[in-house]
């Protein structure tokens, strides 16, 4: 088994096991000192940089796939055995069409994700590596988020034009409702771009076409691309506070006649608090990152419809 077979199968191992990614980065230190793997090996050092190599094996399968196809394809495939790709080893190209490109699962799932994207409003040809969130962290390090210039930058390149014509067609609704929201302000307040896009490409609950989910009022622990339910968010809200009172009355003793029976009540008291508030920050911290995992896996399917 290659070194690029067995990570596909501890990321496979990950996503079914349900497996967080601390503990995927713990199974990795683990393999390399259990292995006693010199520091060049190829394990990843964690689970980010696991995904990464996976998605530049994906992108270079991918290119393969469509010299697979300009050749000859399902349709000659002894064709397109015989035109293996420039630089590209004949025999490992061979296999890579017996194992992969001929295999009727993978032809199943090439052709649904081409259906798939048929459907999408926008191709994502011209987002590059970055996802939308990406693009507004950035700019808000740099000062306010730029959301019509972005649009324009994601769907449109020089010498190419738009990406379709669906983006030219909204691109141009963009510009009406951007001057009809410009003449109903003053020269000292600045146009609501949010507003202009809503309005323009139209929405649905905390999410913007061409922006991806922006919502308000979340709690600091959590970027403000994320939007998290009214409840939710009392809920965690009412924790803190609990949490609060619980370290409060660590001090807070009534007093005893018995100075010996008040020490010991007091310590007892303080070690039960103690514990509590342990348990309630453990189960807050807990339903944090199960919130956080679940709204990285929400923002990753938006930006799949975008």
């Known amino acids: 088994m290659s070194s690029l077979s067995g990570l596909a199968k501890l990321m496979h191992m990950k996503v079914i096991n349900k497996w967080t990614d601390s503990s995927f ?3 990795l230190e683990f393999l390399r000192v259990a292995l006693a793997l010199p520091k ?11 995904k990464k ?28 055995k015989s035109c293996p790709p420039k630089n590209y080893d004949s025999r490992k190209w061979v296999d890579l069409i017996d194992i992969l490109f001929t295999d009727p699962d993978y032809i199943r799932r090439s052709n649904a994700n081409t259906e798939n994207r048929k459907k999408q409003r926008y191709p994502s040809t011209y987002h590059g590596s970055q996802s939308y969130a990406q693009r507004r962290y950035i700019e808000q390090k740099t000062g306010s988020p730029n959301y019509i210039a972005v649009f324009e930058k994601t769907h449109y390149k020089e010498g190419r034009g738009w990406a379709n014509d669906i983006c030219a067609a909204d691109w141009g ?8 929201a410009s003449r109903d302000v003053d020269d000292t307040s600045p146009v609501d771009e949010l507003e202009v896009l809503k309005s323009a490409l139209g929405h649905r609950y905390g999410h913007v ?20 339910p009214r409840q939710q968010l009392e809920e965690m809200q009412q924790m803190r506070q609990e949490i609060q009172e619980m370290r409060q009355q660590q001090v807070q003793v009534q007093p005893f006649s018995n100075q010996a029976i008040m020490e010991l009540l007091q310590q007892q ?38």
Do not use: W
């Open 25 to 27: 980065d713990q199974l």
């Open 40 to 50: 060049e090996n190829k394990i990843p050092a964690s689970h980010y940089e696991a």
């Open 53 to 80: 190599k996976m998605s530049r094996y994906s992108s270079r399968k991918n290119k393969l796939h469509v010299h697979f196809r300009a050749v000859g394809g399902d349709k000659d495939v002894d064709r397109a």
């Open 173 to 180: 609704k963009i510009q009406d409702e951007l001057a009809r």
């Open 209 to 228: 076409r061409g922006v991806g989910r922006v919502v308000k009022n979340v709690t600091h622990e959590i970027s403000s691309s994320y939007p998290l």
């Open 269 to 306: 008291q303080q070690q039960q608090h103690a514990f509590q508030m342990q348990q309630m920050e453990a189960q807050f911290q807990c339903r944090l990152n199960e919130l956080k995992r679940k709204m990285r896996q929400v923002d990753e399917d938006d930006e799949e419809d975008d």
